[in-house]
């Protein structure tokens, strides 16, 4: 069964805290997306990365950083954690060989207070 | 700007009715499209896909329709169940400089089924 993990379901982060948002899939896949997801606005696409070490700017990248240091592993950071950046975070994975078909994690409800 | 974007945000249906919810996309480059069903609390879920190259495609009470002379996808659920209540995204692919599988997604649908 194919598995994309987010490390969190629920975060509360203080303003200005450095925050780190964790995902890790096991289908080997080569690209891997982070999204936040807010009430009427739909999924916007942050950052997503299609090989180790590699990263491309989404729709919305301000105020985020990625890191992809294995091909398991993408990693949303917020430098400096304020408030408008509470929302739901969704990592997605996709092997461009199989239909593009994404693979959601469970998301994190990040809250910043 | 290029989006993919939902005619309507909500749409309430009678248990046993059909379900249509619709979306329009505007990149004409997009070649493979698929459709989301996030219930409340969790990530999006797979439905169906379909690609440039058909007209429709069917599923387990679900049906894909593509319109690309119009840029119009919709999704049809046949005879709706209280299970399917859920928001709906639809999804397009576009291809962002040398790689594939970059998914813009629209606003979402709620979709809410009446016993």
């Known amino acids: 069964d194919v598995k994309v993990t987010q490390s969190s379901r629920y975060l509360v982060k203080r303003t200005g805290e450095k925050v780190f948002l964790e995902c890790v899939q096991d289908m080997d896949h080569e690209n891997m997306f982070w999204y936040r997801q807010d009430p009427g606005l739909g999924l916007r696409l942050i950052y997503f990365s299609y090989d180790v070490k590699m990263k491309e700017k989404g729709d919305i990248p301000e105020g985020y950083s990625v890191s992809r240091e294995k091909k398991e592993r993408f990693s949303l950071i917020l430098e400096s954690a304020s408030t408008n950046q509470t929302s739901m975070y969704l990592c997605?994975?996709?092997?461009?060989?199989?239909?593009?078909?994404?693979?959601f994690g469970q998301g994190t409800r990040l809250t910043v207070v | 700007g290029e989006n993919v974007g939902l005619h309507l945000p909500t749409l309430s249906v009678q248990e046993g009715d059909n379900s249509i919810i619709n979306c329009a996309y505007s990149?004409?480059?997009?070649?493979?499209f698929i459709w989301y069903k996030q219930e409340s609390g969790k990530g999006p879920q797979f439905i169906i896909d379909?690609?440039?190259?058909?007209d429709k495609r069917q599923g387990q009470r679900v049906t894909v329709l593509l319109n690309k002379t119009v840029k119009h996808l919709s999704l049809q659920i046949a005879a709706t169940q209280p299970g399917d209540s859920a928001v709906y995204f639809c999804?397009?692919?576009?291809?962002?400089?040398?790689?594939?599988?970059?998914?813009?997604f629209g606003k979402g649908t709620k979709l809410s089924v009446k016993p």
């Open positions: 990149n004409s480059a997009s070649d493979y």
């Open positions: 999804a397009e692919n576009m291809h962002y400089g040398g790689s594939q599988g970059n998914l813009i």
């Open positions: 379909i690609r440039s190259n058909m």
């Open positions: 997605a994975s996709i092997s461009p060989g199989q239909g593009t078909e994404a693979f």
